[in-house]
Each structure stands twice: as structure tokens, then as C-alpha cells.
């Protein structure tokens, strides 16, 4: 009787590191073992890397077996520091060096909430990169530049403040007379409204003292005709005559050289 041996046969396992992973599957299979895949993360490769066999290279091994190729998902992963938020691009830079990354682009662009030149975040898709990878990084302009809104000259003092105020704008005030707006309300804007402004820009507002007083004219002597012609040329329109309208001056209220405002009233005395 012949006894058949029925062992399978050791052979060695070549090397296969680096090698084309289609390659790599016919010689295998050629040299007797079925094959199959398995993946893992090794820093220092790139993804789709052949890294080698389990049982490794060298081993002997029995024919009509299952070898195992690596290949690499490329380097492992890590966390972008979320801590960036608010420091500075130097800061961050450390921060992420720190983890095995690199700082790549800086751009910039305006944020309300991070302030200039300060890091608003990064521009990854994900929160974890390949170790080795550039993280590109957005550093904040501040705010946006404001307009200054319409309706502004003629309102109360205290809600244009509001407005500016909430525009991040600061508020000078200076007195000014005018003509057009009463007493007490603002009578200018500067910058002017519908200006584009720097966030944190001061804004100039003038509030009203109403008319600018100014002299009164003498008229004494002349006749109502005249007198009132004068007081008009001056700017003063609300003229009342006690006595008749045909007769000579003789006094006035206020007095020639006192100070009023044009809407003031200008008191004659005739005889």
C-alpha cells in the first residue's frame, strides 16, 4: 500500500513593500496562497501604499493559505486644536505644529464676532486631517464697514445715538446754528449719510441751537415802510407797529445793536 503525503508545502513569503498591488496579487497567488486585504494608518506613507504581508516578509509559510497585503489608508489623523479660535496666527501656528501639522494659505476676511488680526478659524472640510497635512487658516479684518443710515438729521439726540451705537460707530457732538432744524434735534451728520465708514469710526453730529442771533438794526427816525424794509433786510420778519402806519419811528424793542434771533419780534413805536 502507498501512503500519499498530503502536507502542504512552506515556502517563504517574498517581500512585497512597495511593490504594485496587482502584481503583488499574481505572484502570491502563483506561489500557491489566496489573497487578502487589510488596511491600517502608518505615518510616513501615503494612502494606497503596499506596506507589506502578514505573516511578514521572510516567514515560511504553508501553501493554500490566505496571506494578508497592507495597505496604507496613508498617515493617521489628527484633530485639528479647536483652541485656535481668537489667537493669534503665531499661536495657532504653534498650536498646530504642536500635533504634527503645518499652517498652509492665510487669508483674510471681516468677522463680527473675532477681532483684527486675530484667527477665526480653520478652512478644512473636516475636523481631522493626515498627520504631515498644511491646515489653511482664516485670520479676521474685524467687522464690516458700516453705512450710516438715512433720517438721521432731524431725529432726537438720544436715538441717534442708539443707531450709531448699535453700528459699532462712535458719537462726537458738536453745537451748531441752523435754520432749517428746530432747537434741540440734530441738525448734521458727518460723515454724511449713506457714508461707507470703518467699523469703530467716529461719527461727527451737530445738534441744533436753532437761529443765530444777530444785531438789530436802528430805525429809529425812519418811516414804518422804511423801518420794516430794514428789519426785513436783516433777516427779521415778524414786525409789529404800535401807532399809526403813516408816521415817524420813535422807538423800538429791541433796542438797535441787541442781539435776536429772526423769528423774534420787533416791537416799533410810531408818532
Known sequence: MLWQNT????????????????ETYERLIKLGWTVEERYERR??????????????????YETDQSVAIIISLGPTRVEIPSEIQGTTLEEATQLIEEVGLAVGQVTSTYSEEIAEGFVIGSLALS?????????????SDGPPP???????????????????????LNLEIVEEYSSEVEAGLVSSISPQEQSEVNFGSTVVIGISLGLMPRPV???????VVSAEMRLQSAGFLVIAVNGTESGVVTAQTPIAGEMAIPNDTIELVTE
Do not use: K
Open 146 to 168: 458700516r453705512i450710516i443710515p438715512e433720517g438721521l438729521v432731524g431725529q432726537e439726540v438720544a436715538e441717534v445715538q442708539n443707531v450709531l451705537a448699535a453700528l459699532g
Open 217 to 223: 438794526p436802528d430805525v429809529i427816525g425812519l418811516d
Open 127 to 139: 475636523e481631522d486631517l493626515p498627520r504631515g497635512s498644511s491646515v489653511d487658516l482664516e485670520i
Open 43 to 60: 505615518d510616513g506613507t501615503v494612502e494606497g501604499q503596499l506596506l507589506g504581508t502578514d505573516p511578514p516578509a521572510g516567514s515560511f
Open 7 to 22: 502536507q502542504a508545502e512552506e515556502i517563504a513569503v517574498p517581500s512585497v513593500a512597495g511593490r504594485p498591488i496587482e
